[in-house]
Each structure stands twice: as C-alpha cells, then as structure tokens.
C-alpha cells in the first residue's frame, strides 16, 4: 500500500483554511442589505422564474421595471448569474451567492498557487502568493463592501491566463489552451477586467517576443479565436443591442466614464495605507477599503534585497511584474493621465479597480520574495515569513469580522426574495443601467404609465389585450381608421417578436419614451412575446461549435503531452 505524503498536501490545507475563514461572515451576512448583492439576487431570482416558465435563454425580466420587461442577462457576464442559481437549487439566491463566493475564494488561491508553483517550482513561494491574492485588502473589500460579484469571479481566471501565456512563452505549448479558457472565463464574469487583462497581455508578449515564433503566434490566435467563438451567445446579443439603439449602460455621462469622471475617482496617497481593518466613515457608512496592505507593501520593499538572487529563468518575469504592479499601482492616483485615455480604458470608472491588478502581480512577486527571505535560516527568514503570513491572516479575519452578524435570520433572505418575486416590480428595486436612455431619464413615465398600448399617433382603437406577466407574452386586437403609431407596454429591446394575425413579424422602433413602438395600416391580431432574434440565435449555434472545438482541442493536447511524457521516459 503506498504511503500517503500528508506533507505535500500541507500548502493545499493551509491555502483552504485561509479561504474559510475569510469566508465565514459572508453566511452570516444579510445579503439583501448589502449594495450590489441586492442586484445579483434581483437578477438570479428573475432568471430563475424564466427557467421555470421554459423560457430559455432567459434573457429579459417580464417583472422588473413595473412589468414593463428589463434585459437583467444582456450586459453582465452571465457566470454571475448562472451559477449562483445552480448552487441556490432548492434554496434561495442569497445561499447560491453565499457558497459561490466560498468556491471563488478557494479557486482564485488554488489558480494562484499553481501559477506561482509552475514558475517557481517552490511550495513556499506558491503558498504565499495565493495567502497573499485571497487575503489581501481590495480583494476582500470587493467581496464584503463593494459586492462585487463579477470582480471577484474574474480573479479566479487571471492567473489561469498568465499560466497560459507562460506555456506559450516558456513551458508546454501543448497546454496553451488555459489561455482559451482563461479569456472564456474572463468575457462571461467582468468586462472591465477583460479589457484590462487583454492590455496587460498583449504588454506580456510583446516583453518576451523573442520566445515567439510563426507556430506559436498560430496557436495563440487560435487560442483567442477559440474563446470568441465559446462565448459568442454572450457578445454577439450585447453587440445588437448596442447597435439598435443607445442604452445607458453604453453612455460615459450616465455612467461616469469619462476621462475626468474616472480621474475624480482615483485613490490618495492616504487611502492606500489607511488602517485596513477600517471599514466605516466618521459617519458610520460603511465604504471600499483602498489599502494597499501592508504586509504587501513589506513583502514587495524586500525585493531590493531579494533581486540579485532571483534565478536567471525566473528574472525576466520577476523584473515584468514588479513594473506591472508599479504601473498598476500608478494607475490608481491621480498621477496617471486619466484625461487623456481613450475610452476603452475609462470604462474602469473607478481607477482604484486598479488595485486588483496591483493583487494579482503583486502576489507573485510576493510570494518570490518570501520563498527567498524564507531560505535565509541565518536571519531567521523563515520565521519572518511566517510572521508576516500569519499577521495578513489576522488582519484580515479582522476585517472580515465586520461583517459577521449575529442576529443573522435567513427569514429576512426569503422576506426581500418574496418581495421581488411579484408581477410587478418598482424600478428603484434594482439597478436602472440597462435601459435605453430615453426611458432612463424618464422614470417617471415607467412609474405611471398604463399597462395597456397607447395609441402615440392616427386612429384606431385597441380591444382584448391580454397579457401574461411570467411568460411576457400578451395578444390584442387593433382596428384602423387611419394609419396608426402605437406604443406597446414594453421597454425597448431587440429581443421581442411582433406578429399580426397571419403571423407575419411586424417591425417594431423606440419610442420617444424607450418603449416598443409599432405602426400598423390596417386592422388585425397582435401577438408580442420575447424571442431570440435570429442574430441571437446564430450566436448560440456558434457557441455549441466554440465548446465543441474547444473540447476537441483540449482532448488532442492532452493526448500530444501523454506521448510526449512516454517519449521522454
């Protein structure tokens, strides 16, 4: 019987422990209170309704909005939504949030270890790296004060794509397929952090193209082409909304993209080695923890000692990533030249978002120095590493601490889930970004407006409008005197079918309210109901390809690294 090495299974343990115990408090948190948590159950308990009712994809709420119809799955990474409600299978949303966040944790440590580990091939690096990623201030205020949802999920993936652009770089080409499954992660959890880790990337390979040749170009373009096409029903629907008409998630005034708006938003000097158990204002709110760390701060000042005895194969990203964490680190103040970005970048809105790329590059470097300093047995190395780990535990358990609420009763879960489960749902219950713009600056008009079609312009007179709130669908009958404009009690998306009475689809525009609008010549039938556009429809056939390459190229890979690994033996 083989004896099992419960050694090598230390840093795993360690790594999990940590996980857990920052993790705590979330279950013991009431997500219905919290800021943006509130949006993610609103959209995981409206998605969820729609599966019920067998509609699939389910991509606009008939409820929200005042039964008006919300795209809730349209312009947020849909792994956000997804797998939370998986999770909350016979549950509620809170507790699919709740356990999916606890998975995020450990897998973003466990992506990092492993990258750490690849590169280093050093446990102790690899452990303090990902203690350092999952402990670290911003990542854990991006969990508990920002609720972040899609900022954390896309951490577990960033390490997973530096892993791939090293096998392309350094390693085993035949594994380049992590940097399609990275992006594929990346695209469906947070745009923002896609677009940022793309600059970063392309930076990576430019820094190492002499390690570059034709073939590996090919299976990097492939690799990216790969991840297109798998999240194709993810961004081609968001591309034809974009195109059909303007909504407010799209408009840098409403939201506060511009140059000057994300300059405004940056972090001071201050702020980033403010005490980072802190996390409430003189006034009591509670607000977004900017601090660096500085058991970070410590670890990172030790690479003057730690440079010059840095192995040769490991300087190049060594040198990259601290130059990587300085920049991103810059990026964060208003020393950067926000003003003058293109509008890609000021996306981010909030420089100090920043701060999670300063984590991710910073941990490696951390973990790198702390893997030296802890060889050092003449200065007692070791046990500094171990001090300095041990304190990052316990400051941030502190912090985390909080948010530990003790007169937490999942009553009040399942109380703010009925509220929202209704026919009829106020528009201040949730997030307004997904609007059109007409209907955003016009709230008013949702509030108030009749659940019937108005007649905007002609003669006619409508008669028998039904119209079922859980599936969306509603029939009525019109009779025309004159050609007749008339606006539908519907938001504006794409994602709808209008027929008449023979069943031939009838165009529809906005209205000067953002709602539906159709004109009509003659009297007849009509009949509204969500649908995929064709469009929509081509993008999911593309997607079922993407996986099915995808799987083929993961599976032809693994069996090229199996005959290379018999060759080498």
Not at 182 to 195: D, R
Not at 235 to 244: C, G, T, V
Request: hydrophobic fraction near 45%.
């Amino acid at each position: 019987m083989k004896k099992i090495e419960f050694k090598k299974y230390i840093p795993h343990l360690i790594i999990l422990l940590a996980s857990i115990l920052i993790s705590i408090p979330i279950f013991k948190m009431n997500l219905s209170s919290a800021n943006e948590f509130r949006i993610h159950i609103g959209r995981i308990v409206a998605i969820s309704k729609l599966i019920k009712n067998n509609i699939f994809p389910a991509l606009i709420s008939n409820n929200n909005m005042n039964g008006f119809g919300y795209a809730l799955n349209i312009f947020y990474g849909p792994i956000t939504t997804y797998l939370p409600m998986l999770l909350s299978y016979k549950s509620i949303a809170s507790t699919g949030i709740q356990i999916f966040t606890l998975i995020s944790i450990i897998a973003s440590g466990y992506a990092m270890y492993f990258y750490t580990l690849k590169i280093t091939k050093n446990k102790i690096a690899a452990t303090c790296s990902a203690l350092m990623y999952i402990l670290l201030p911003y990542k854990l205020t991006n969990i508990y004060s920002r609720n972040a949802l899609g900022e954390y999920s896309a951490s577990i993936f960033l390490p997973l794509l530096l892993n791939g652009l090293y096998e392309l770089t350094e390693g085993n080409s035949k594994k380049t397929y992590l940097i399609a499954l990275s992006a594929i992660g990346l695209i469906l959890s947070h745009t923002i952090t896609t677009i940022y880790a793309s600059i970063f990337s392309v930076i990576y390979l430019i820094a190492f193209y002499k390690k570059l040749n034709l073939h590996k170009i090919k299976i990097l373009i492939i690799n990216v082409i790969i991840a297109m096409l798998v999240t194709s029903f993810y961004w081609i629907p968001l591309m034809e909304y974009r195109a059909s008409t303007k909504y407010a998630i799209f408009d840098s005034k409403i939201m506060n993209t511009t140059g000057s708006d994300v300059y405004e938003n940056t972090s001071d000097f201050d702020s980033l080695f403010e005490n980072e158990i802190n996390y409430k204002d003189n006034d009591g709110n509670s607000y977004p923890t900017l601090a660096l760390g500085i058991m970070s701060v410590t670890l990172l000042l030790f690479s003057i000692i730690c440079y010059n005895k840095v192995e040769k194969s490991l300087k190049m990203i060594y040198i990259l990533f601290i130059i990587f964490t300085a920049i991103s680190l810059w990026m964060t103040t208003k020393l950067f030249p926000w003003q003058i970005m293109p509008n890609f970048m000021t996306v981010i809105q909030f420089a100090w978002r920043m701060l999670g790329f300063y984590i991710l590059f910073g941990s490696v470097i951390c973990g790198i120095n702390a893997s030296i300093l802890y060889q050092n047995k003449k200065y007692n190395g070791d046990i500094l590493v171990f001090i300095i780990i041990l304190f990052q535990l316990i400051i941030s358990c502190l912090y985390v601490k909080n948010y530990y609420n003790s007169n937490y009763k999942l009553d009040s879960e399942y109380n703010y889930q009925k509220a929202i489960s209704q026919k009829r749902i106020s528009p201040m219950s949730i997030n307004r970004e997904y609007l059109p713009v007409k209907a955003f600056y016009n709230l008013e008009y949702i509030n108030n407006r009749t659940q019937q079609p108005i007649i905007i312009n002609g003669d006619a007179s409508i008669n028998n409008f039904e119209k079922n709130q859980e599936t969306g669908k509603s029939t009525f009958k019109i009779s025309i005197i004159t050609t007749s404009e008339i606006e539908l009690p519907y938001i504006y998306y794409p994602s709808y079918k209008i027929t008449d009475e023979n069943n031939k689809n009838i165009d529809f525009t906005e209205s000067e309210n953002g709602f539906i609008q159709i004109k009509l010549n003659k009297s007849t039938n009509i009949t509204v109901e969500p649908k995929m556009t064709k469009i929509e429809e081509l993008s999911y056939i593309i997607s079922i390809v993407g996986i099915i390459i995808l799987i083929i190229n993961i599976i032809i890979s693994k069996r090229e690294e199996r005959k290379q690994t018999c060759q080498n033996q």
